[in-house]
C-alpha cells in the first residue's frame, strides 16, 4: 500500500522558516518523482516544487524559486521541503505527491498517481 505521511507545518510569523517532510513507503522510491502542491482556502492547487529521485533533478513554482528548497533522502524514504522567508500568502495546506514519471512530464497539481493527507501551514503577519 503506498503511503505518503507529510507533517512539519505549523504557525509561524512572516519572514520565519519552516522545513516540511514527506515520508514515503510502498513503493520503489528511487524510481518515483515527489512534489509538494499546495491548496489555500478559495484556490485552485498550485504547485510548489517536485524532485525527480531518479537523477535528483529539482523544479520549483514561479514564486518559490529562491525561498524554498526541495531536498530527499533516499536512505529514509522521505522528501523535506525547506521553506525560507515565509509570507502570509504562503499560508495553505501543502500535500506531497508521487508519480513515476519524471517531474517534468508531470502537471503537478493533478497528475500525481498518489497523495498524502497533508499538513497545514500558517504564516501570521
Known amino acids: 500500500e503506498v503511503q505518503l505521511q507529510a507533517s512539519g507545518g505549523g504557525l509561524v510569523q512572516a519572514g520565519g522558516s519552516l522545513r516540511l517532510s514527506c515520508a514515503a513507503s510502498?513503493?520503489?522510491?528511487?524510481?518515483?518523482?515527489i512534489a509538494w502542491v499546495r491548496q489555500a482556502p478559495g484556490k485552485e492547487r498550485e504547485g510548489v516544487s517536485c524532485?525527480?529521485?531518479?537523477?535528483?533533478?529539482?523544479y520549483y513554482g514561479d514564486y518559490m524559486k529562491g525561498r524554498f528548497t526541495i531536498s530527499s533522502d533516499n536512505a529514509k524514504n522521505t522528501v523535506y521541503l525547506q521553506m525560507n522567508s515565509l509570507q502570509p500568502e504562503d499560508t495553505a495546506v501543502y500535500y506531497c505527491?508521487?508519480?513515476?514519471?519524471?517531474?517534468?512530464?508531470?502537471?503537478?497539481?493533478?497528475?500525481?498517481?498518489?497523495w498524502g493527507q497533508g499538513t497545514q501551514v500558517t504564516v501570521s503577519s
Open positions: 505527491a508521487a508519480d513515476p514519471s519524471p517531474c517534468l512530464m508531470l502537471d503537478w497539481e493533478s497528475d500525481m498517481d498518489y
Open positions: 510502498g513503493f520503489t522510491f528511487d524510481d518515483y518523482a
Open positions: 524532485i525527480t529521485n531518479s537523477d535528483g533533478s529539482t
